[in-house]
C-alpha cells in the first residue's frame, strides 16, 4: 500500500482525513495520522482498517525521521514555522510533501535541492492561499490563451459565519485563529496599486477604506485591503497590471465596527498591561479613556468614539458585555489585543449547531482586440457542521488531492511550488466541484479607469 504521513490532526484535517480515507481503497492508501494528542489523531482515524493513529512529538528527531522514512509522502498540517525540519528530512529520505502554509525563506531555500532529487514540495494548496491561487490563474491563463492581457486584479477572501447562524450584530464569528482576527493589518501599511499608482493605507485607517461586494444569494459584503497586495505580482504574472488589489471579506457594518477598538488602541499586542488577571472587563476599555471625576465609562466610551447613545454602534459593544464590572479578564501579563481576543470568544465563539461560511471574490479586467472587459468570479462554500467545516473542507481538500496527483505521477514538476500551474490547478478544481467548492463567473461591463477621461488618480 501507498503510505501518506499526515502530521497534524486539527480542526483543518478533518476533511483531508476523511477524503483520504475514502479513496483508501480505490487508491490503495494506508493513513499514518501523527499528532502530540493520540486521542485526537484516535478520533480522526475513526477506526477505519486503512488509518492508524500514533502520538508524535516532531521535536523528537529520531521518532519523526522514523515516520518520514516510512511514507511515500508527507502532508504536514503544522504551523507554518514548524514545517522547516520535517522538510529537510523529506530532503534528506527523498519524500514529498505538502502542506498550505505560505512559502517561509526557509523552505524557498530548499528548492535547488528539492528540484535535484525530483521531488514535489506543493505549498500554499488550502483556501487563502490556495484555492485562491488556483482559481485567479485559471482564468489569468485562459484570458492569455484568447490573446488577452489582465490590466486590473481584485481578490477578496473571507471565513464568516453562514447566514442561518448568523445571529449577532457584528454578524461575524470566529471561524479560525481568532488572534489573526484582532491582529489582522499590523505590521506595516496596506500597499496596492490603482490605477498604475501605488497606494498605502496606515493601520489606523485602514478599516475605514473598504470596497463593496454584492454576491448572488448572499446579499453584500465588504473587504478591506491587506497588508501586501503585491506579493503575487510576479508570481501571477501581472507585473503590468494597473489595479493589484486583495483583501478579507467582512459583511458591511463589521470594519467600521471594528475600527472603534483600532481607534481606542485595544488591538495592540506590543506591550503587556500591568497587573492584566485583576482587570475586569470595564476596567480593561477604562484603561484607554481619559479620566473623569463625574462621567462614567460608558459615556466616556461614547464621547471618546463620537458614538450616540441610539447608534447601532452603541449596541455592538453592549452586546459584547464589555462594561460589565464582574467578568474578570484572568489572563497574566496579557496584551490589550490578548485581552480582546478573551472578551471577543465569549460573545464569537460558534455554537455546537452553528455553520460557518467561505465566501471568495476575484474580478479581472483585461484588453482584448482594442477592448477592456471585465469578468467576476464567486465562491461560496457552507459548511457541513462543527466537523466538516466550511474552512476544513476548503483548506483540507485541495491538500488531499494534490498529495494523490503527486503520488499518482500527474503533478511532476519538481522544487518548492505553489498552485500556480495548469497541472496542478485543472485536475483539482475539478473535483472541487463535487464538494460544493463552485466558482461562478459572470461577465462584466470594465469598471476601471478610462484613461481619456482622466481627472486625477
Not at 521531488?119 to 482564468?139: Q, R, T, Y
Not at 449596541?315 to 471577543?344: M, S
Request: net charge negative; glycine share 8%.
Amino acid at each position: 500500500m501507498r503510505k501518506i504521513l499526515i502530521i497534524g490532526a486539527g480542526r483543518s484535517a478533518s476533511s483531508l482525513i476523511q477524503y483520504l480515507l475514502n479513496k483508501s481503497y480505490q487508491e490503495n492508501l494506508h493513513l499514518t495520522i501523527g499528532d502530540l494528542s493520540l486521542e485526537l489523531a484516535l478520533r480522526k482515524t475513526n477506526n477505519h482498517p486503512n488509518a492508524k493513529a500514533i502520538a508524535l512529538d516532531i521535536t523528537d528527531e529520531k521518532q519523526r525521521q522514523t515516520e518520514i522514512k516510512k511514507a511515500d509522502i508527507v502532508i504536514s498540517m503544522l504551523p507554518a514555522h514548524l514545517h522547516i525540519d520535517v522538510a529537510k528530512d523529506c530532503v534528506t529520505f527523498k519524500k514529498n510533501m505538502v502542506t498550505a502554509s505560505y512559502v517561509s525563506d526557509a523552505m524557498q531555500s530548499l528548492d535547488a535541492e528539492v528540484k535535484a532529487n525530483g521531488l514535489v514540495f506543493m505549498n500554499e494548496i488550502g483556501l487563502d492561499p490556495g484555492i485562491d491561487h488556483m482559481s485567479a490563474m485559471k482564468i489569468i491563463h485562459e484570458i492569455e490563451d484568447k490573446g488577452g492581457k489582465v490590466i486590473l486584479f481584485e481578490s477578496f477572501c473571507g471565513g464568516l459565519v453562514a447566514p442561518e447562524s448568523d445571529n449577532n450584530l457584528w454578524n461575524y464569528k470566529f471561524t479560525w485563529a481568532p488572534r489573526n482576527v484582532v491582529l489582522a493589518g499590523q505590521g506595516g501599511a496596506a500597499k496596492f496599486i490603482q490605477e498604475g499608482k501605488y497606494k498605502y493605507i496606515p493601520y489606523h485607517k485602514l478599516f475605514r477604506r473598504t470596497e463593496f461586494l454584492h454576491v448572488e444569494g448572499y446579499g453584500k459584503f465588504e473587504g478591506y485591503a491587506n497588508r501586501d497586495s503585491l506579493k503575487y505580482r510576479s508570481v501571477y504574472g501581472l507585473d503590468n497590471a494597473l489595479t493589484l488589489y486583495r483583501g478579507t471579506i467582512r459583511r458591511v457594518g463589521f470594519s467600521k465596527a471594528w475600527n472603534m477598538f483600532v481607534q481606542l488602541g485595544m488591538t495592540d499586542d506590543t506591550y503587556v498591561l500591568d497587573d492584566s488577571e485583576s482587570l475586569s472587563y470595564r476596567d480593561f476599555i477604562n484603561l484607554f479613556l481619559p479620566y473623569s471625576p463625574t462621567d462614567s465609562v460608558e459615556i466616556k466610551t461614547r464621547l471618546q468614539l463620537g458614538i450616540e447613545q441610539d447608534d447601532i454602534m452603541w449596541d455592538k459593544l453592549l452586546e459584547l458585555d464589555l462594561f460589565n464590572p464582574n467578568k474578570k479578564v484572568g489572563l497574566k501579563n496579557a496584551t490589550p489585543a490578548q485581552i480582546l481576543e478573551r472578551i471577543l470568544n465569549d460573545s464569537w465563539t460558534l455554537q455546537p449547531e452553528d455553520k460557518d461560511m467561505i465566501v471568495m471574490y476575484h474580478k479581472f479586467g483585461y484588453e482584448i482586440n482594442g477592448e477592456r472587459k471585465q469578468i467576476d468570479s464567486k465562491m461560496v462554500c457552507i459548511g457541513d457542521d462543527q466537523t466538516y467545516t466550511a474552512m476544513a473542507k476548503t483548506v483540507g481538500l485541495p491538500l488531499a488531492m494534490a498529495a494523490i496527483q503527486i503520488l499518482n505521477g500527474k503533478i511532476k514538476t519538481p522544487g518548492v511550488q505553489l498552485p500556480i500551474k495548469k497541472e496542478v490547478y485543472e485536475p483539482i478544481l475539478k473535483e472541487l466541484e463535487e464538494f460544493g467548492v463552485i466558482f461562478n463567473e459572470t461577465e462584466m461591463p470594465y469598471v476601471g479607469y478610462n484613461p481619456d477621461k482622466l481627472v486625477g488618480n
